[in-house]
């Protein structure tokens, strides 16, 4: 009687025994990845060397900034096209229109506007593009690049329209704006400097440079970018030492 009550026990301690020793012939199981399986920001704290990590950064950022640098100069050879002819055909006419409301302007076009839309139409240093991602995302860290592919700290004021900063102050709205993909960041960031009011002096560097025959400099047109922090002037100089303590890493 005893060894019958006994015998459903045994049972499950052979089996417990044979689970722990298939699970020591496995070994331990591997660390488990925090980050979604679909996310399409690398994970750049994998890095331990800093030189490393830089340059992973920047070999993924530069393809995508490049690509929206060359859809801008694509758009802006055709404009100064159209803007060189004294009469436009009804679809030259429309994409015209299209442009500039794109680029936050009322046609039609006076000549003003249309030296203010040129301005507006132009892509930015890549150097520059860079160091301000490597700035407000922490290399690509932060969890506003990580979860909301935003690289830049742009904001949005729309509730659900992105990530709610963990600093936000009682009584603000602001969300840090999601973005599909980094790309999208990236086009946004390039929209916002060509077209927000703030960086105004900074569309007018690159102008002048323009006419005088020059490739527009990111040392240069960093000098504009003051008011996209509330640290002024002090940003500034951060991303003017940036851009020159990490060129060698850029265009590895």
């Known amino acids: 009687m005893i060894a019958r009550s006994l ?15 298939w699970l ?13 399986a679909n996310a399409l920001v690398p994970d750049f704290s994998q890095y331990q060397e800093v030189p490393e990590k830089k340059k992973a950064f920047f070999n993924f950022m530069r393809p995508l900034v490049e690509a929206e640098n060359a859809r801008i100069i694509t758009e802006r050879s055709r404009l100064k096209s159209l803007l060189a002819k004294k009469k436009l055909s009804l679809a030259e006419q429309q994409w015209l229109d299209s442009l500039a409301i794109r680029y936050d302007l009322t046609p039609p076009l006076d000549e003003a506007a249309k030296t203010k839309l040129l301005r507006r139409v132009d892509k930015l240093p890549v150097a520059l593009v860079l160091v301000q991602a490597a700035n407000e995302s922490a290399w690509g860290t932060s969890r506003f690049a990580v979860d909301g592919n935003n690289f830049f700290g742009q904001w949005c004021y729309v509730a659900g329209c992105g990530l709610v900063p963990q600093e936000r102050i009682d009584g603000a709205s602001h969300e840090v704006a999601r973005f599909a993909n980094p790309q999208a960041s990236v086009r946004s960031y390039i929209h916002n400097i060509n077209t927000n009011n703030a960086y105004l002096g900074l569309r007018q560097i690159r102008e002048t440079a323009r006419q005088k025959g020059q490739e527009p400099k990111a040392e240069n047109l960093v000098q504009g ?16 030492d940036m851009i020159g303590h990490n060129r060698r890493y850029m265009f590895d």
């Open 7 to 21: 015998r459903f026990p045994l049972i499950l301690l052979l089996a417990l025994l044979l689970v722990l020793a």
């Open 24 to 36: 020591r012939q496995a070994g331990p199981a591997p660390a488990r990845d925090a980050r979604p």
């Open 225 to 240: 970018l003051g008011r996209y922090s509330e640290r002024g002037r002090a940003y500034v100089r951060e991303l003017t």
